[in-house]
């Protein structure tokens, strides 16, 4: 697991989430994007993310703790966070799954 920063983005080994440096000099993460963050809390919901990304964290009492801990630096709970990844995880499966719209078909009149 490793984050790679730029003064721009912040990137995962691990999952597909991002966090990006907006217009206005606050940071977005892809599956927080109604919440505003500095730098830190950008990177505490990166490592987050990838913490829960690790299956095996489950049963990892240190990265649950871990995970509560960075949910706290974003004003979360553990519980919201987890909903709000597999809400964005829907996202992104629904998006790869659609198939485009065929377009409509002008009728003969009977």
Known sequence: MALHTTATTITSTVS???AR????????????????LTRDQAVSGMVLD????????VH??????LAQLRAAELGL??????????LRIQERDAA??????????????A
């Open 16 to 18: 597909p989430e991002q």
């Open 50 to 57: 990838e913490v829960l990304s690790d299956p095996a964290a």
């Open 77 to 86: 709970d553990l519980t919201q966070v987890l909903l709000r990844l597999f």
């Open 21 to 36: 440096l907006d217009g206005f000099g606050t940071w977005r993460l892809d599956w927080l994007p109604d919440i505003p």
């Open 96 to 109: 790869r799954l659609c198939w485009p719209a065929e377009p409509a078909r002008a009728s003969s009149p």
């Open 60 to 65: 990892d009492t240190m990265a649950v703790e």
